[in-house]
């Protein structure tokens, strides 16, 4: 069964004390790994796009990574505005199949 | 740009009521979709359009109606709520096909409550 997990569920963090987050799939035929940011009461914005294993994107204090088996968003010296849910989603399937499917998201916390 | 609306931006049913919930987007955008979140939960897909004229179930499609009669509006509708469809409902839209889930815009949610 096509799955995505995010852990760890729930981080909180000093301003400037660098971290990851962390999202791991398991589905058939991967076409593209998402990173979106939501703030409460609000959509989800898109961050980052990954499609190949090795692949790296960067915005101001954000990076995302990509393995075969999960991703990775390194966050570098919070400031407590990038405190947010942080949403993972994987694209998977065949063209005319494809589908997103979601992580809970991880709930990020920075304190100053 | 206004981006991705919707509205209302909270409602509160009795069981068995009917409603739409409105989406439009001012992007040209071919593709739209429907999503509700839960608690503990990922989004999950409802109904999504390609373009103008078709739809498509989701992962979660019992219970909602869509249709795409333009390219800008994208309704959602609910045809005899229940206490399960208490979530709060996003809707998003991408350019085009291809790769049409890549950056996809959300609105900014409409919240639901069934009583």
């Known amino acids: 069964e096509d799955q995505v997990t995010q852990s760890p569920e729930a981080l909180r963090l000093q301003e400037g004390e660098s971290s990851s987050l962390n999202c791991s799939y398991t589905v058939s035929g991967l076409r593209g790994l998402f990173w979106y940011r939501q703030d409460p009461g609000k959509g989800p914005e898109f961050l980052f796009t990954l499609y190949s294993a090795g692949e790296e994107k960067e915005k101001e204090r954000l990076k995302a990574t990509l393995t075969k088996k999960e991703s990775f968003l390194h966050i570098t010296a919070p400031k407590p505005e990038d405190s947010a849910t942080y949403l993972c989603?994987?694209?998977?399937?065949?063209?005319?199949?494809?589908?997103?499917?979601f992580g809970t998201g991880t709930r990020l916390q920075v304190f100053p | 740009n206004a981006g991705v609306t919707q509205t209302p931006k909270f409602q509160v049913l009795k069981t068995g009521q009917s409603m739409t919930l409105q989406c439009a987007q001012d992007?040209?955008?071919?593709?739209m979709s429907w999503y509700r979140q839960d608690p503990g939960m990922g989004l999950r897909l409802i109904h999504y359009s390609v373009g103008a004229g078709i739809t498509d179930q989701g992962e979660v499609p019992n219970g909602y109606n869509v249709s795409r009669s333009t390219t800008e509006d994208f309704p959602l509708r609910l045809l005899s709520a229940a206490p399960s469809q208490t979530s709060v409902y996003f809707c998003?839209?991408?350019?085009?096909?291809?790769?049409?889930?890549?950056?996809?815009?959300f609105g900014p949610g409409t919240r639901l409550l069934v009583l």
């Open positions: 989603a994987v694209q998977a399937g065949s063209y005319n199949t494809d589908k997103l499917i």
């Open positions: 992007m040209n955008h071919e593709y």
């Open positions: 998003a839209s991408s350019p085009g096909t291809s790769e049409f889930k890549e950056t996809q815009y």
